[in-house]
């Protein structure tokens, strides 16, 4: 299945909606997930903020939808986020998990 169309279709969007969020025609988004057109550099940038992906995920280059976390790559804060999450126990880190995905779904059923 084409990376695009499946990332949609998890956000239970319609090329319409995916559309008007990249700046595209429906048409094009159309294109994208048949294969007949890739998207150019500035609706890839788009497609991988909008999904928070990587552009290799979105390309099929890669099966991992993010590069993996370098420590020189974390602000001051994450670093402290994943410090805290280690000091937890199992219910403390399943509450900040579900804490997490609840606030993430929330967001992006605001967009």
Sequence with gaps: MNRIRELREEKHLSQTRLSIELGVSQEMISAYEIGKNAPSAKSL?????????????????TDLRHMPVQRNDLCDEESALIQM???????GRNALISYAKGYLAAQNNSL
């Design 45 to 61: 940038v788009k497609l991988c903020n909008f999904f928070n992906t990587s552009a290799d995920y979105i390309l099929g280059l």
């Design 85 to 91: 999450y280690r000091k937890m126990d199992g219910n």
